[in-house]
């Protein structure tokens, strides 16, 4: 007998006739003698719909009851799943977040979970009762209900497993796995059957959409053993109910990969925007009078790169930031040009950052003059690089992207099977 929680999105409790199919994924593990707690998502579109309604009402509108509104979607999800549940004689029961209750800090429709008394649940569990948790949610310190953000479920989730001490935190999606790069662009790309924490953060962090990055955190911190399977399979399909080598993508401790390769996988991001200062002054203090009120602003600065004049007087400060935070950025920027002190301010939106990933990228040496060389050959000029010890990011032309992750996926090897 393992304890285990299970979480399913959005697409996966779309309406009625999926979330009997949830339900049976559910039995499936019930019947097999374990613990279970599920963590459910909103279904498809109810959240949007939601959030809609809230700035009709008022543009400007109270958070507290923003996160009052928009909560109550994955409330419905976990009454009807507990209904179909006991309708095929499993004994369930719904459960909020202020129930548990999940304890959570005070910044409503983006809070961060602080606290999980999960006593009560796993007195249950010895009682037989599978409790199906409202995900994205919890209680703040005002007593009111306060929001997860984007991917709080996902979040929900791996914060329940490490409070309930579950064996493993099954995420259950509408894709069958991580692969080593999005099958769309690339039709060679593998499904991986497992991925270090650090790795799966680089590539949630870096454009892969299947899980989100809270969540990855959340169970690297806490060792989380992290299943990552398709809701779409055949609840009774072969091998969907090995607990030991379920279907699926594992993402866990290095320790774990015993076979470790140089390179798991490549990683995309659209709609990524240059930003040049040319000709600042190189004194102390100027990256803060830069990054200061841009981090006041809530824009997310990725790629930094920095070039120093010849006689050290000088320097040109690049960086990337999202498109949608391009205008912003540059507003930003103007405002604050006398304490910066640049001559002119350069932009371009529309770019891609196309990453490599591997934490065998540690051991090996010539990792980066193989992207270069391969992309070169390609005819691919690079606008910019960052690295850390087991990532290399390049930033491209839009036009270029696909090029690039399918040159990189093969050059490094990919898509042999």
Same mark, same amino acid.
Do not use: P, W
């Given at each position: 007998m393992a304890r285990i929680v299970m979480k399913f999105g959005g697409t996966s409790v779309a309406d009625i006739e999926r979330i009997r199919n949830v339900a049976r994924h559910v039995k499936r593990e019930t019947d097999a003698g374990h613990e279970v707690a599920v963590v459910v998502s909103a279904m498809a579109g109810k959240t949007s719909e939601l959030v809609d309604w809230t700035r009709q009402a008022s543009v400007i509108h109270d958070a507290r009851e923003y996160d009052a509104v928009v909560a109550s979607?994955?409330? +419905? /999800? !976990?009454?009807?799943? !507990? #209904?179909?549940?006991?309708s095929m004689g499993v004994n369930a029961r719904a459960w909020q977040g202020w129930q548990i209750p999940i304890r959570t800090d005070n910044a409503h429709g983006a809070a961060r979970i602080l606290d999980i008394d999960g006593s009560e649940l796993v007195r249950r569990f010895g009682e037989g009762q599978v409790a199906v948790v409202a995900g994205f949610q919890g209680l703040g310190p005002d007593n009111r209900i306060a929001t997860l953000g984007r991917g709080g479920s996902d979040t929900s989730a791996v914060a329940m497993a490490a409070a309930l001490k579950a064996d *493993?935190? $099954? #995420?259950?999606?509408?894709v069958d796995g991580v692969y080593t790069t999005d099958p769309r662009i690339e039709p060679k790309a593998r499904r991986l059957k497992k991925i270090a924490f650090e790795e799966m953060l680089e590539m949630a962090s870096l454009g892969a959409k299947v899980l989100q990055v809270r969540s990855v955190e959340?169970? %690297? +911190?806490?060792? +989380? *053993?992290?299943? =990552? *399977? !398709?809701s779409f399979i055949e609840p009774d399909a072969p091998g969907m109910g090995d607990f030991d080598n379920p279907p699926g993508t594992l993402i866990c401790d290095e320790d774990e #990969? &015993?076979?470790?390769? =140089?390179?798991?996988? #490549?990683?995309?991001?659209r709609d990524e925007a240059q930003i040049s200062l040319r000709r600042l002054s190189d004194r102390p203090g100027v990256s803060a009078a830069i990054f200061g009120p841009l981090a006041e602003?809530? =824009?997310? &600065? $990725? %790629?930094? =790169?920095q070039n120093i004049s010849? $006689?050290?007087?000088? /320097? $040109? %400060? /690049?960086f990337t930031v999202p498109s949608s935070d391009m205008e912003k950025s540059l507003a930003v920027l103007e405002k604050a040009k006398e304490a910066i002190g640049f001559d002119v301010v350069q932009s371009e939106p529309g770019l891609v950052k196309v990453s490599v990933i591997g934490i065998g990228m540690r051991s090996h040496a010539g990792v980066a003059a193989t992207a270069f060389r391969a992309l070169a050959g390609k005819g691919i000029n690079i606008k910019a690089i960052t690295t850390s010890e087991i990532k290399i990011s390049i930033l491209i032309d839009s036009a270029y992207a696909e090029l690039a992750v *399918? /040159?990189?996926?093969s050059v490094y090897g990919l898509d042999k099977t």
């Open positions: 979607g994955e409330q +419905v /999800t !976990s009454g009807l799943l !507990s #209904i179909v549940l006991q *493993r935190c $099954d #995420i259950y999606t509408d959340l169970a %690297m +911190v806490h060792k +989380v *053993r992290t299943f =990552v *399977r !398709s #990969i &015993v076979e470790q390769e =140089v390179v798991t996988g #490549i990683a995309y991001a602003a809530r =824009v997310n &600065v $990725d %790629m930094i =790169v010849e $006689d050290g007087t000088k /320097t $040109d %400060m /690049t *399918r /040159t990189l996926h």
